[in-house]
């Protein structure tokens, strides 16, 4: 079992910078790859970016040059830093983990989630 604790969300205006955390516990960190996901109300659970356990990254084109995701293997922790935040970026956004090498971007493809951290970005 791995264990994702997200922190970091919070209100911000457009164009204003967040910095999300994932804290995993149970596993050996290393051995997972993470991804970023959020969800709008009344929409469905959509990728943001993933990072693999070699360090591979991939982003959603939405996210594209405004969000970093990065994974410090000391600390158990992958991040997400959120630049030129817009009103659309809006969510509750998830951390995940899974088992294997490869990059993935679909929500099926990872067994572990985190309760979720709240992001409003205002106008």
């Known amino acids: 079992q791995v264990q994702l604790v997200e922190s970091g969300g919070g209100l911000v205006q457009a164009g204003g910078s967040l910095r999300l955390s994932c804290a995993a516990s149970?596993?050996?960190?290393?051995?997972?790859?993470m991804g970023w996901f959020r969800q709008a109300p009344g929409k469905e659970r959509e990728f943001v970016a993933a990072i693999s356990w070699i360090g591979s990254i991939y982003y959603a084109d939405s996210v594209k040059g405004r969000f970093t995701i990065s994974r410090d293997n000391a600390k158990n922790t992958v991040y997400l830093q959120m630049n030129s935040l817009k009103p659309e970026d809006t969510s509750v956004y998830y951390c995940?983990?899974?088992?294997?090498?490869?990059?993935?971007?679909?929500?099926?493809?990872?067994?572990?989630w985190g309760q979720g951290t709240q992001v409003t970005v205002s106008s």
């Open positions: 149970g596993r050996t960190f290393s051995n997972y790859g």
């Open positions: 995940a983990a899974r088992r294997g090498a490869a990059i993935a971007w679909r929500t099926y493809e990872y067994n572990y």
